[in-house]
């Protein structure tokens, strides 16, 4: 069945006397361990990581070495040649993802009339944009070769300009907007989109999140920071290590990780396949520091919980939590500390948890999406993704984290959860609907 119009989508709920729900309908992803969905799904399941050396760019000469780079990507089969100078390497890794999302949402937006392309809207979150863009610019202008700049350079360095981007080359003209709010950037963005869904406001949103900070600017930045590990650069698959006793710090990672979030009856009544319901959101900020997080744990734990009550469950209802397990020693205690917090010690202990970040690395303000992703698949498949490379659980993260090699279980509803810097905090809560 072909989409509905605003009009024909708002008499068919009025006649159902439904409320709007937002559900998920077509997935993309660009990852540093699997280009497609499909080979995405098989690393996660299996627990294959995709950190490795850099090669971006010569690193021999800093203290770290290692990244969850996205190898063997043709950023020209997205990208023009001629264009390729004048934009950052995140729009093609979101383009990518973005056509595979509206692919398996079967969703050709150049044949939808202009009246459903308007309840269309790409909302996605990003931590830096085009930041790498930006930085290559002034290296260009302070070694004097103006000549190689790019004249977008001022355009494709605003952040809001990759949204307008996605909006042009789909043809979407809804609302064309950008969240920032460091790693919690998708997921806000996504809840967003939920509650643009919800309101009545737009039938379909193109979102997630894309980030491509491997520069040698943005590392070293990191690197002054001391959060990034620096044992493991003749070992890097073994790098980004959450909860394990001897975790030094995280891996920078770049990826793309995009969905077609759409009202439910408009998707049920065009046929497409529902992957799962976006429940519920929960968001809080502790006001508290730049980049610390308090100790205490309080407000992750109230974000979680909002997101719960949000979704009309109980903590009970729990099967899942995607964590945000950076590998950083103060994110993973304090992280551990907050689920104690929200679900309880005793079901805390009973919920079975698992880090992606143990295998793609920390892709900054794309990491949300990389969450929701992972959980998808988990649900799909029936089968939890494993926290690799945790070996010897630090003593203060004694939940269960599924090591290797994972774990045959149905899901009905998953947290995933995410930590940003300034105080952040943002939880979604995903219901499968195949159970219910």
Same mark, same amino acid.
């Given at each position: 069945?072909?989409?509905?119009?605003?009009?024909? =989508?708002?008499?068919?709920?009025?006649?159902?006397?439904?409320?709007?729900?937002?559900?998920?309908?077509?997935?993309?992803?660009?990852?540093?361990?699997?280009?497609?969905?499909?080979?995405?799904?098989?690393?996660?399941?299996?627990?294959?990581?995709?950190?490795?050396?850099?090669?971006?760019? @010569?690193?021999?000469?800093?203290?770290?070495?290692?990244?969850?780079?996205?190898?063997?990507?043709?950023?020209?089969?997205?990208?023009?040649?001629?264009?390729?100078?004048? /934009?950052?390497?995140?729009?093609?890794?979101?383009?990518?993802?973005?056509?595979?999302?509206?692919?398996?949402?079967?969703?050709?937006?150049?044949?939808?009339?202009?009246?459903?392309?308007?309840?269309?809207?790409?909302?996605?979150?990003?931590?830096?944009?085009?930041?790498?863009?930006?930085?290559?610019?002034? %290296?260009?202008?302070?070694?004097?070769?103006?000549?190689?700049?790019?004249?977008?350079?001022?355009?494709?360095?605003?952040?809001?300009?990759?949204? =307008?981007?996605?909006?042009?080359?789909?043809?979407?003209?809804?609302?064309?907007?950008?969240?920032?709010?460091?790693?919690? *950037?998708?997921? @806000? &963005?996504?809840?967003?989109?939920?509650?643009?869904?919800?309101?009545?406001?737009?039938?379909?949103?193109?979102?997630?999140?894309?980030? !491509?900070?491997?520069?040698?600017?943005?590392?070293?930045?990191?690197?002054?920071?001391?959060?990034?590990?620096?044992?493991?650069?003749?070992?890097?698959?073994?790098?980004?290590?959450?909860?394990?006793? @001897?975790?030094?710090?995280?891996?920078?990672?770049?990826?793309?990780?995009?969905?077609?979030?759409?009202?439910?009856?408009?998707?049920? &009544?065009?046929?497409?396949?529902?992957?799962?319901?976006? &429940?519920?959101?929960?968001?809080?900020?502790?006001?508290?520091? %730049?980049?610390?997080?308090?100790?205490?744990?309080?407000?992750?734990?109230? &974000?979680? =919980?909002?997101?719960?009550?949000?979704? $009309?469950? *109980?903590?009970?209802?729990?099967?899942?939590?995607?964590?945000? $397990?950076?590998?950083?020693?103060?994110?993973?205690?304090?992280?551990?500390?907050?689920?104690?917090?929200?679900?309880?010690?005793?079901?805390?202990?009973?919920?079975?948890? *698992? !880090?992606?970040?143990?295998?793609?690395?920390?892709?900054?303000?794309?990491?949300?999406?990389?969450?929701?992703?992972?959980?998808?698949?988990?649900?799909?498949?029936?089968?939890?993704?494993?926290?690799?490379?945790?070996?010897? !659980?630090?003593?203060?993260?004694?939940? @269960?984290?599924?090591?290797?090699? $994972?774990?045959?279980?149905?899901?009905?509803?998953?947290?995933?959860?995410?930590?940003?810097?300034?105080?952040?905090?943002?939880?979604?809560?995903?219901?499968? /609907?195949?159970?219910?």
């Amino acid at each position: 069945m072909p989409f509905l119009t605003g009009l024909q =989508s708002e008499t068919l709920r009025n006649k159902l006397k439904m409320k709007r729900r937002c559900v998920i309908t077509g997935i993309g992803v660009v990852s540093p361990n699997g280009i497609g969905t499909e080979a995405f799904s098989e690393s996660v399941l299996e627990g294959r990581s995709g950190v490795r050396r850099i090669s971006r760019f @010569d690193s021999s000469t800093i203290e770290v070495q290692i990244a969850g780079e996205v190898s063997g990507f043709d950023e020209l089969a997205w990208v023009e040649k001629k264009e390729r100078k004048h /934009v950052s390497r995140v729009l093609p890794l979101a383009l990518c993802a973005s056509a595979e999302a509206l692919n398996s949402a079967g969703i050709d937006t150049a044949s939808l009339p202009l009246e459903q392309r308007r309840r269309f809207g790409v909302i996605m979150g990003t931590g830096g944009g085009s930041q790498e863009f930006t930085e290559e610019q002034y %290296r260009l202008y302070f070694h004097g070769q103006l000549s190689k700049m790019s004249l977008f350079c001022i355009p494709t360095g605003v952040m809001g300009s990759l949204s =307008s981007e996605l909006n042009v080359r789909f043809a979407l003209k809804g609302p064309s907007h950008i969240v920032t709010t460091g790693c919690t *950037s998708s997921t @806000d &963005a996504m809840a967003y989109s939920m509650r643009q869904i919800e309101s009545g406001r737009l039938d379909c949103v193109l979102t997630g999140g894309a980030d !491509a900070p491997i520069s040698l600017g943005t590392v070293r930045g990191f690197i002054l920071m001391k959060i990034l590990t620096e044992k493991w650069n003749t070992a890097p698959e073994k790098g980004s290590r959450p909860f394990s006793a @001897d975790r030094d710090g995280f891996v920078l990672a770049e990826g793309s990780w995009m969905f077609v979030f759409e009202e439910y009856e408009h998707a049920k &009544a065009r046929g497409a396949k529902i992957l799962a319901e976006v &429940a519920g959101y929960g968001s809080t900020c502790e006001a508290y520091h %730049r980049v610390r997080l308090m100790e205490c744990g309080e407000e992750p734990a109230r &974000a979680i =919980s909002l997101a719960i009550k949000n979704a $009309g469950i *109980s903590v009970e209802d729990v099967d899942y939590v995607n964590l945000h $397990g950076t590998s950083t020693q103060l994110n993973d205690r304090i992280e551990t500390r907050a689920l104690k917090m929200a679900l309880g010690d005793e079901r805390a202990r009973q919920v079975p948890m *698992s !880090a992606l970040k143990s295998q793609i690395g920390h892709p900054q303000g794309a990491c949300g999406a990389a969450g929701v992703a992972a959980t998808l698949i988990a649900m799909q498949h029936g089968q939890l993704p494993p926290t690799i490379n945790l070996e010897n !659980a630090d003593k203060e993260c004694d939940l @269960d984290y599924v090591p290797q090699p $994972g774990r045959k279980k149905t899901i009905e509803h998953a947290v995933c959860n995410c930590i940003a810097f300034g105080s952040k905090n943002s939880a979604l809560v995903l219901r499968n /609907v195949a159970q219910g």
